[in-house]
């Protein structure tokens, strides 16, 4: 288990843990030491997945740090404003945790805490790549392996719901959205008499509508980056990020919890983030980790487990019991948790095997088509799967780390064409 260094001293030439002052405000600063044999890079590990992109994470190509709020074990209400940054050639992280001149031993633990499980910082974690780089050279030659997930499960579940049936630019609009909210919940500052620019009773009708046109074959596919059920409009627009790229200076609300969107009316919270028919889905998952019927903690205590693929099947069949959940976002929700084995597939999926692969993949042969070519990989079937497709998505729009946040929204499916046909000409 990696080591951390909590003791809050006031500042010294020797001291792990300090008193700094950011932006003329108090903070502390946490180291957390990395295990020698890790080989850990924190560019290479926060931008090796859609999720990095979505509120409130920033990643700051300049200084190459990231930002994000985390939450307090003693308040878990309360969140500030965490950065996280490494030397070249570095086996510490330095961690910066604003807003605040002391934080409890509890509290510290908690912030890292949060910062393992988004980085994957782990014995367990540390053994998986290991593994995966035994088998896959070109992997381990560019250092890739820890896969970005988010410091709760429960943010990781609404993110991988948010990931379904739209535009990767609707997905950045709506989790910008729920962060907006929550600093409104924060503040106290809101009002459920929101009226959106957008009717939600015209958006179900067009909703109804474009289902109509689908074809029985696409409805199957749940996809992050064909044509959306609900398209998005100029209002969704709006709401994606369009800050200013020196992301720490920009008041970011935190990911809303549970607890948080529990008690919110589904048509209120649809209507305030435009996420159409998830918002229902979205607050009956909350209601349901609030209740305990659906239990996250447990669900991670069986995957902090060295023996977790026997319960590979058990949580399968609890997540697709929650509403909204198939089996794209299930596989999504599991590869989070740390199955590599199974790939969650979608269009993209089948987009990427042909034309990477050159081959005639559809929906009917995709399971044969996954196993054929990443069988050998096993069981890290999913990270040699995502090596390939992120390797692709950097050679077309560049290197993830590079671009500012507000390039994000350009990675669809047809700017990807573009691309591509432009390089042909």
Partial sequence: MAMTTTETTLQTPLSPTKQTHHHQSHSISLRLPLRETSAFDLEKTVCSHGLFMMAPNRWDPVSRTFYRPLRLSSS????????????????????????????????????????????????????????????????????????????????????????????????????????????????????????????QTKELKRKRAKQKRQSKVVSKLETKFEKSIEEPTDDLREVTNDCNDHVDEVEIGDFPTADELAALDAEYLGARCKLGYRAQRIITLAQSVVRGDVQVKKMEELCNDGNMLPFYDTLYSQLLAIPGFGPFTCANVLMCLGYFHKIPADSETIRHLKSVHKIKCTITTIEKDIIALYGQYAPFQFLAYWFELWEYYEETFGKTSDMAPSDYMRITATNMKTKKNNRRK
Avoid: W
Wanted: proline content about 5%; overall charge neutral; glycine content about 4%.
């Fill in 76 to 199: 878990p209400s309360t969140s500030l404003p965490v950065s996280i940054s490494q030397s070249p050639s570095s086996q510490v992280l330095e961690i910066c945790v604003s807003g605040t001149d002391c934080l409890s031993s509890q509290d510290q633990e908690a912030i890292l805490g949060q910062v393992r499980r988004m980085l994957r910082i782990s014995e367990g974690d540390d053994r998986v790549v290991c593994e995966f780089h035994k088998i896959h050279d070109m992997a381990k030659k560019k250092g890739f392996g820890r896969i970005f997930r988010s410091p709760s499960l429960f943010e990781d579940m609404v993110k991988c719901m948010l990931l379904c049936n739209c535009r990767f630019s609707r997905t950045l609009a709506m989790a910008e959205a729920l962060c907006a909210l929550q600093l409104e919940l924060k503040a106290g500052n809101f009002s459920e008499d929101f009226t959106p620019k957008t009717p």
